[in-house]
């Protein structure tokens, strides 16, 4: 199994390069040069199987056995998901009508992120305890995947972990999940800005080789590879419990399951059309907020930037450029990376691309959209608790309003990913007239100290934060190699 750049310009890395990179040189994402395939044979000796042993199976598929041998593979995920306050590590709620939740939240930090967070880190970790070596981490996030990366990597003696997180546009949980931990090697930056803003400067930092290899540099985020693969793992599984796909059905068709996903930076989809090439029988829908780029992409071929990000109930999601669609576009062309390369530099510098009609075409072959405003997000939070007395986080609702306006028939099953637990959004679950009982893990937060920098709004706000950030990751790797700790 080896590895290229989306955008044609590398090729012929492994899993272990990869895991260590963000973006890839020539400033694509990474991508295996071809997808194994799932035969209906192999779905079907998966039914019944843990999510764990999922994971495994994916991941054994994506990392040959002289990188992590396979006995090494299933401890490190073992010790992965071990700590997660469900002992099946995710759950499916089945409620009235059909409605089917794949719940991906009981980690730490109350977010999927922490499945394939989790695991990324551990392989992570084995690399460099096997090689007696570091890596910097640089992470920008929309809400979750800071905590997340935080949570997984704390105290960890290889590794640092440099996050920037948007201040004011994340709720107070998610924050406290940063700014809490003290450790030695966690280093937090609050941004006056959006998490697309955000980007801006870590794409420049990435961008400079010599940094990125003096430094160990590397991404945490789902332009990390590893992060996407483990993401595979919870289709994979949804598709097993909720299909209706049975083991001893030889030679019979493969039934479709419809899969239906609250979309930011387009991880999660990406994922799902992965799995999709690699032969499970899949129906996407991408479920956006106001901030609606990916919706009017697949309708009407809008891939541009709206003037500004639009703060909505959900968060996590407020973001106006999905960068996973790289992916997506890269597979739907045929793997054409000139092609992808021209568009997305295209993207990045005008923040606008019009998709010539045969691509939306294509595109729209394989993803569903839609989009709901906050009044929407709050009325499915009503519904949903009045028939079941379940409570959602508003990004959940964001997938679960399709529920409740798009009917379908009873031939085809389908499943809601729930990407967060309401306990991180309490806010919005007043906003609904709702309650939720906090867990005391959520309630300690409160009484913690904090610790971080704040990167003010300046007329040159790019170049300062890129150099501030810069200027961090130099005195950390300088206390490293002296064996110092880096706060006194």
Known sequence: MQYCSTRGGVRGWDF????FSGYAPDGGMFMPESLPLLSPDTLRSWK???????VVEVASLFIPPQLIPRDDLEVLV??????????????????????????LF?????????L?????????????????RRATVLVGTSGDTGGSAIQSAKGLPGLDVVVVYPRGRITPVQEKHMISCLKDNIHVFAADGSSDNIDQPLRRLFADQELVKSHGLMSLNSVNWSRVMIQLAHFIYAYLELSGVKQDDVGAALPELEVVVPTGGAGNIAAGLIVKQMGLPLKLVAMVNSNDIVHRMVTSGDFSMAANVTQT?????DIQDPYNMERVFWLLLGRDGPKVKAMMEEFQRSHRHSLPENHRRLLSQVLSTGTVTDEG????????????????????????????HCPHSAQLNRCYIATASPAKFQAAVEKAGLTFDLPEAVLALEKLPTRYQELERSQNWCEDWEGRLRERIHSVSAARK???????
């Open 313 to 317: 109930l959900a968060p996590a999601i």
């Open 78 to 103: 073992g010790e992965a998901l071990s700590g997660f306050c469900v002992p099946e590590v995710v759950r499916i709620a089945r409620l009235k009508g059909g409605l089917s939740i794949l719940e």
């Open 106 to 114: 009981h980690g730490d930090t109350l977010a999927f992120k922490d």
């Open 16 to 19: 272990r390069d990869v895991l």
């Open 48 to 54: 019944g199987m843990s999510y764990t042993k999922v």
């Open 377 to 404: 997000i709050l009325e499915t939070m009503r519904n949903c608790w009045e028939e079941n007395q379940y409570v959602l986080c508003p990004h959940t609702a964001v997938a679960v309003w399709h529920h409740y």
């Open 116 to 132: 394939a967070m989790t695991c990324t880190v551990r392989f992570l970790n084995y690399f460099l305890q096997k090689e007696n």
């Open 482 to 488: 002296n064996g110092m700790t880096y706060y006194t």
